[in-house]
């Protein structure tokens, strides 16, 4: 069967956010089972994993991704962390659980199928800027995996990630400083769904050791510059979100609490908060089709 996009003219923003995509994920399982989907979706760190996983319409492994296999005895520990795979094991995780047979196998050929434009957003270490990935970078499901894990890869926690002669990490560091605002106005839209990582009164501090990461980093001094800046241009790209939304221009998806962190690894909490972003997906879902002119059931 051919899949078509019901959802032209909005894009769709996942956030970034480590496990705290286990509440966030609960979005994608709802659109999914919706049937709503959108012909423009970005992603960046988590938001890349969250944006593959509704690309190729997989509910299960929305929440398996970011639930049951923080349990995996190969999901990363400090020991993985010692060893120089990080403390998240990256290519495990995101370059070898996809594969058939393994922990997470994906549905590339629904995926491929899928016609919707994807972007994923990445930091080049040396020039100190966004990268975007398209479709025209991922013919095959290595190259959209290890686009994720470059995406996904938080400096300092996880090995930075080598392809093509560069050298990636989160893209949490670009422009946006996590939500991947600008690839979708890039592509000319002005609405947006934008599915946040954070409770609406968040406000991002200043680093607080950044001589730390000018140390740790004196072989790429831009990702040091990008993560002691962070913080400014995550909180303007909200601030541009909130001015959005008051215009109409956007529907925001932002977690009425979260309750884990970036890094939490106990199944128990990260089900508990997948189970609280489904129950706000469910009940904000009339609104979010009203925002989108589909029928309200």
């Not at 962390?81 to 995101?94: E, T």
């Not at 996809?98 to 080049?124: I, K």
């Not at 996880?158 to 990636?168: F, S």
């Not at 400083?177 to 990582?197: K, M, N, Y």
């Amino acid at each position: 069967m051919e899949l078509r996009s019901n959802i032209t003219g909005t894009a769709l923003l996942f956030e970034g956010g480590g496990m705290r995509a286990s509440y966030t994920s609960a979005m994608v399982v709802a659109l999914v089972e919706a049937g709503i989907h959108f012909d423009f979706v970005a992603g960046i760190s988590a938001g890349s994993s969250n944006t593959g996983n509704y690309l190729a319409r997989d509910a299960w492994r929305a929440r398996h991704s970011f639930v049951d296999f923080a349990a995996d005895p190969k999901f990363g520990n400090w020991r993985t962390f010692l060893r120089g795979d990080g403390l998240f094991n990256a290519k495990y995780i995101y370059e070898e659980t996809g594969l058939p047979d393994q922990a997470l196998p994906y549905p590339w050929e629904t995926f491929r199928d899928n016609p919707a434009t994807m972007r994923l957003g990445a930091f080049d270490a040396e020039s100190g800027e966004a990268v975007w990935w398209g479709r025209e970078d991922t013919p095959t499901l290595a190259d959209l995996m290890v686009r994720v894990r470059a995406s996904s890869t938080m400096p300092v926690l996880m090995p930075p990630v080598q392809l093509d002669g560069r050298t990636y990490v989160d893209g949490a560091l670009g422009p946006d400083g996590g939500i991947p605002l600008s690839a979708a106005e890039d592509a000319g839209h002005d609405r947006f769904l934008a599915v946040l990582t954070r409770e609406r009164d968040y406000v991002k501090t200043p680093e607080r050791f950044p001589a730390f990461y000018q140390r740790y980093f004196r072989k790429h001094p831009a990702i040091a510059e990008a993560l002691i800046t962070r913080w400014r241009r995550y909180n303007e790209t909200r601030e541009r979100l909130f001015e959005l939304e008051r215009e109409g221009r956007a529907y925001l998806f932002v977690p009425e609490t979260m309750p884990v962190s970036n890094g939490e690894k106990d199944v128990r909490k990260l089900a508990a908060a997948h189970e609280m972003g489904l129950a706000q997906a469910r009940r904000e879902l009339p609104a979010l089709r009203e925002f989108l002119g589909l029928p309200v059931s």
